[in-house]
């Protein structure tokens, strides 16, 4: 484990922490830790900061709830900023947004960005279903039916991305295979397993 003393922090002992969504990658929020306050955060696997208006420590979610689990901790090649994954219990930004960086001086029209990350969003919504089922929803739907149907799901979908990739038709393969991760997803999700596991697994075998 890295001395924390060997960081380096400015001249008021404080050091820039960025706090980034360990799921969706988005930068949350800027907040600025002391040794106190870095030790408490690796104690307690919340973030804690330092105010510096206030000048005393700080615990994000004390009052609303909305704590960061903390998920990963490294700091750059200079050894002064700090960047902290983490699982937000809630909305980041005091205004209600789930990042402070909600507001835009300039993007470039692209391509809606949140579906670079769609699997992981869907995965976290099944997942939110599993917990906490919406009535009417087919996803808690197949959850009360079991892993058997679960089951039947995937093999039928995956019946339907072979036809239509038999007949050579380009749009009912997107469409088929959508459906079939959809239903993988679920299938994890009722056995536990994450999409970072699934990842991690690829990752290695890219490697070899």
């Not at 003393?5 to 600025?32: C, F, N, R, W």
């Not at 993007?107 to 969003?121: C, G, I």
């Not at 149907?149 to 007949?167: D, P, R, W």
Request: proline content about 2%; overall charge neutral.
């Amino acid at each position: 484990m890295t001395d924390l003393s060997s960081l380096k922090y400015d001249e008021k002992g404080l050091i820039p922490a960025i706090i980034q969504d360990h799921v969706t990658k988005d930068v949350l929020m800027l907040g600025y830790m002391n040794e106190e306050s870095l030790k408490l955060t690796l104690e307690t696997k919340k973030t804690w900061f330092f105010s510096r208006s206030r000048q005393k420590l700080w615990n994000k979610g004390e009052t609303s709830g909305n704590f960061h689990i903390v998920k990963n901790i490294k700091y750059d090649c200079d050894k002064d900023t700090l960047l902290i994954e983490v699982k937000p219990m809630g909305p980041t930004c005091h205004t209600g947004e789930n990042s402070c960086f909600h507001k835009s001086i300039y993007k470039e029209k692209t391509s809606n960005p949140e579906a670079l990350k769609v699997v992981d969003l869907l995965y976290e919504r099944i997942l939110q279903r599993k917990k906490k089922p919406i009535e009417g929803s087919y996803t808690k739907y197949l959850f009360e039916e079991g892993v058997d149907k679960i089951l039947k799901k995937v093999g039928e979908e995956t019946s339907e991305v072979i036809i239509a990739s038999k007949n050579d038709d380009k749009e009912e393969i997107i469409y088929e295979t959508s459906d079939l991760i959809y239903h993988l997803l679920v299938l994890l999700a009722d056995k536990d397993v994450t999409v970072n596991e699934i990842r991690e697994e690829l990752y290695k075998r890219y490697k070899k």
